[in-house]
């Protein structure tokens, strides 16, 4: 099993450009999650679904979309990108269940990105 | 709003020491705390999960307590290696969709 898998690893955009960040989980977990990670912090949710075609906001959504088409992808799309949206992003799934909630979550190798 | 804190936010020990790395959240209200490992350039490796409910866990060398009633928890990490060296990150979850609340982590370095 390949976990969770993020691409790209690094990006350089410009500003006002667009791009769609990946990610993909092969353990069929229904919970995925989108964090962004900025230097000597900690994470900050972003966006996270419950299953397919359910989505909803974390902490910090401003300037980021998301879809979740099927369980095994959860795309991060950034629509205009701003010096501010320099960051690491991690994206994670959890096998949570009704009644078991006490499940780790399990992350990608995250993707680095940059907006010049 | 929950709020969690890790200190210190750095640490240097050589190797051997037995050591204790520091969490405090603010709302006891959780369902669970994490510990994570975090190598550079790397994603989080997830250590220990304290199930609300427990008191601690152990894993090998590495130890984790929780007291909720407190907001505190702690990760012991015995005779401590170089390849300990990483950031650990400790995050809590407080509601019922496993979103997690993480502190800023606490980078371990291990000097043979």
Redesign the interface.
């Known amino acids: 099993n390949a976990g969770v898998t993020q691409t790209p690893k690094f990006r350089i955009l410009k500003i006002g450009q667009s791009m769609t960040l990946q990610c993909t989980q092969d353990m069929n977990h229904n919970y995925m999650y989108w964090y962004r990670q900025d230097p000597g912090m900690g994470l900050k949710l972003i966006y996270y679904s419950v299953g397919a075609g359910i989505t909803d906001k974390g902490e910090v959504p401003n300037g980021y979309n998301v879809s979740r088409s099927t369980t095994e992808d959860f795309p991060l799309r950034l629509e205009l990108a701003a010096p501010s949206q320099t960051s690491v992003y991690f994206c994670a799934s959890s096998d949570l269940k009704q009644g078991q909630l006490n499940q780790p979550q399990h992350f990608g190798d995250g993707t680095r990105l940059s907006i010049l | 709003k929950q709020e969690?804190t890790q200190i210190p936010?750095a640490l240097s020990v050589p190797e051997g020491e037995n050591l204790v790395l520091n969490c405090s959240f603010t709302d006891s209200a959780i369902?669970?705390l994490?510990w994570?490992r975090q190598d550079p350039?790397?994603?989080?490796?997830?250590l220990l999960?304290i199930?609300s409910s427990q008191r601690e866990q152990t894993s090998g060398r590495l130890n984790a307590s929780l007291d909720k009633s407190s907001g505190r928890s702690t990760l012991y990490i015995a005779a401590s290696q170089p390849g300990d060296s990483a950031t650990y990150?400790c995050?809590v979850?407080s509601g019922?969709?496993?979103?997690?609340i993480?502190?800023?982590?606490t980078t371990l370095q291990v000097k043979p």
């Open positions: 969690v936010a369902y669970n994490q994570f350039g790397k994603g989080l490796t997830s999960l199930q990150l995050a979850s019922n969709t496993g979103k997690l993480f502190g800023q982590g």
